[in-house]
DNA sequence: GTAGGGTTAG
């Protein structure tokens, strides 16, 4: 047990992770991929490997693949420790784990430990010369005829010394191919692995995979080796070109060849399939390399703690943090840069910021993707006090600062509201020479003046958008369009709007949620110049409008169509859709509708959690209701009680309605709204004392009001 | 000069 690599984490995670629990951690690996399935495979013989054969057919009859070679040990050496045995704080175990027990017995290894050794350089005397002609040939036209021209010029013979320097100083993936087949041809030397690798890593900046690919079988073709800085070379690119079952294609192809990943083609696959979100794929990969002892570096942790966050596993995060502790690996600046923004992702603010501590008093500076993580972290968080705090020392510490970090300070103003601080930014930003505003500052301007309802600064800064050419965007015009619709500025709303499509803006669903909200509020002509715009951003909405307002549409008709346009929309939109669509009838006075509508929305999941019942309070909670719709619950609310007052039916003692405070930035002042139809409706519900927005009624005042209403219908 | 792996915006 001693010599297991495990520590008490790696058991939650081969746990949670492991593919497939039939197969104890570190052995049968089957990958379940797109487009199939394969196993990994891999040489657990002494001898070196051999170097790669022609075809795949023939490499797998000289090489048993992983699985094979595996099969006598996993029935022989893997057995599951009894739960008493487990290490403590392990209580997420739900299974005894599964581990090898005879250290005596080899581990099989899925990589080497030893890094691909490089060539040594030797001083080239022509250096100069060399480096000079190399920017010739990047600086001359890409055509055939150009760059033969320039090669006439070449300063020294091309040996295979001066070739290789040449060819490591072209950069245009063009010049790199072109210098390459040319250097073929000349025929003075044997064209070695590293010409073949320093190419591909010149079209791996171009992405040209294909040609990678090419490369890569030509090398197979003329029996050049693929070594480990070849694969992982192929394996990025294709991961940068998207071509993910390419990667895995290459990775499997390695171990068909005999050839063990060291770690840092190992990463790089782990990476791959961390991007494509296989997250047991990637911690069964982590385990078997941490058994054949593997102690993974900085930037394999980077890749893990990524994967976390896209994944928003807080557990996960927490441990490549106390992975890399117990294996006494330091975060360097990109790991700290990573788990910050994975904190992010995961919504940890009050944990970012102690990481951001801990790295700062560990003597790393922070850099501008450090201080953009934090920044959006702070804002998303609404933490203004700590994020006013960094951005004063942000300034005099003189941190780095770039225009994306300008940018996402902006909309950190946006999402707190700092106006003032904002504006300041802004000018900072038009005095820079590096960090202009670009469409994104606009938009987070036109988000601070929107959400401040500052319709003058809102509309100078469209202007300056249309006389600097800025490219005004679908958010931006979302901004101006609430921002004029609450002004009842509609022949301007208009007119930004068809300026937006204009400028090929392409409405999404929430362009037309705020179009739909305005016409919740519109009269007369404006309605129809509101409805305009719908129509041209969203035409079945505007049909469907029309068809609630015609009183013989049935109930049938309306649920289809609803239906219809909730698939239609993205799921985010869905709710204000309704709420929006609800106001619409209500200020048509056409109640009836409105109360269709909220049934359906319940229905469809639009407003989870509208009701809560304990034994002693049963609430309604309309936070994330518009007015028309809080009110409409409220009616439909009243509605079922005063029927179970009637039937006599149990009650509890308390009825609650949470409106929320009405504090967020979007808020339409829902708690006065609510209050004012509370009294209209003559409900014994009062505000609250201690908590705001929260409505309460005793049963006593509930059952003696509705039967006092009761009398009077009947009267 | 250094043939290969990881991190920033609604």
């Given amino acids: ?77 893997l057995t599951d420790i ?69 090669l006439e010029e070449i300063p020294h013979p091309p040996t295979r010394e001066n070739s290789l320097l040449v060819l490591n100083n072209l950069k245009p993936w063009e010049k790199t191919i072109l210098f390459f087949n040319w250097v073929k041809t000349q025929n003075l030397f044997p064209i070695e692995t590293i010409f073949y690798n320093v190419t591909m890593k010149s079209l791996r900046f171009g992405r040209q995979f294909q040609l990678i690919e090419e490369l890569a079988h030509d090398m197979i073709k003329n029996e050049v080796e693929l070594d480990n800085i070849t694969y992982s070379t192929i394996i990025t690119c294709a991961k940068r070109c998207n071509l993910f079952d390419k990667a895995v294609e290459w990775f499997e192809r390695m171990y068909k060849t005999g050839l063990m990943p060291d770690e840092v083609t190992y990463s790089a696959v782990l990476d791959v399939y961390a991007k494509l979100g296989k997250v047991e794929e990637v911690m069964s990969l982590y385990e078997r390399g941490r058994a054949s002892g593997w102690k993974p570096d900085a930037i394999a942790f980077s890749v893990l703690g990524k994967m976390f966050g896209e994944a928003g596993d807080y557990d996960g995060i927490r441990y490549v943090l106390q992975e890399m502790k117990a294996l006494g690996v330091e975060p360097n600046l990109v790991v700290y840069n990573t788990l910050l ?6 919504a940890k603010p009050g944990l970012a910021r102690s990481l951001f501590e801990e790295m700062v008093e560990s003597g790393i500076n922070p850099n501008e993707k450090t201080l953009t993580s934090l920044v959006r972290i702070y804002g998303k968080a609404r933490w203004a006090r700590d994020a006013l705090q960094l951005w004063e020392r942000m300034k005099s510490n003189g941190w780095p600062m770039d225009f994306i970090l300008y940018n996402t300070l902006l909309s950190m103003c946006a999402d707190l509201g700092l106006v003032d601080e904002a504006e300041g930014l802004f000018e900072d930003m038009k005095a820079s020479e590096h960090s202009k505003p670009d469409s994104w500052s606009y938009t987070a301007m036109l988000n601070i003046y929107g959400s401040g309802r500052n319709v003058d600064k809102a509309m100078k800064l469209f202007e300056d958008i249309s006389d600097l050419g800025v490219e005004l965007n679908v958010m931006g015009c979302t901004c101006l369009i609430q921002c004029l619709g609450r002004a009842k500025r509609i022949d301007d709303l208009v007119r930004v709007f068809e300026f937006s499509l204009k400028k090929g803006v392409k409405p999404d669903d929430r362009l037309c949620g705020s179009l739909l909200s305005v016409l919740s509020y519109c009269e007369g002509e404006d ?45 985010e939109a869905r709710r204000p859709f309704c709420n929006c669509l609800i106001d619409i009838c209500r200020n048509k006075d056409t109640t009836e509708r409105a109360h269709e509508l909220l049934y359906m929305g319940t229905v469809y999941g639009l407003y989870p959690g509208l009701h809560t019942k304990t034994a002693d309070e049963w609430r309604l909670n309309v936070r994330s209701l518009s007015v ?88």
């Fill in 1 to 77: 047990m001693a010599a297991t690599p495990f520590t008490a984490l790696d058991v939650h995670y081969s746990i949670l992770y492991s593919s497939d629990t039939k197969f104890p951690v570190g052995f049968t690996f089957p990958f379940k991929l797109p487009s199939k399935r394969f196993t990994l495979v891999c040489n657990s013989s002494k001898s070196p490997p051999k170097p790669p054969p022609n075809s795949s057919t023939e490499l797998q009859k000289q090489n048993p693949s992983l699985a094979e070679q595996l099969k006598p040990l996993s029935s022989t050496t």
């Fill in 82 to 150: 009894p739960p008493k045995d487990q290490p403590p704080n392990t209580h997420l175990l739900t299974k005894p784990r599964s581990t090898w027990v005879n250290p005596t017995r080899p581990k099989p290894s899925v990589l080497s430990l030893q890094r691909h050794k490089r060539s040594s350089y030797s001083y080239n005397p022509r250096i100069r010369d060399l480096k000079l002609f190399a920017r010739k040939l990047n600086e001359c036209d890409t055509s055939e005829a150009a760059f033969k021209g320039v």
């Fill in 341 to 346: 923004e994975a904190m992010g992702k995961v």
């Fill in 527 to 571: 309605l129809d110049k509101v409805l305009a715009c719908l129509h041209q951003a969203n035409p079945k909405l505007v049909a469907f409008i029309k068809m609630v307002e015609e009183e013989k549409t049935s109930f049938e008709m309306v649920k289809e169509e609803f239906k219809s346009i909730l698939n239609d929309t993205s799921v």
């Fill in 628 to 715: 028309g719709a809080a009110h409409t619950a409220l009616e439909e609310w009243v509605g079922t009680l005063t029927k179970m007052v009637e039937r006599q039916e149990a009650l509890p003692q308390l009825f609650s309605a949470n409106t929320g405070a009405g504090t967020h930035k979007f808020s339409q002042g829902l708690p006065s709204a609510f209050a004012l139809h509370v009294r209209k409706l003559a409900a014994p519900f009062r505000q609250s004392e201690e908590k705001a927005g929260l409505f309460v009624a005793t049963r006593e005042d509930l059952v003696s009001w509705v039967q006092s209403r009761s009398l009077a219908a009947t009267a």
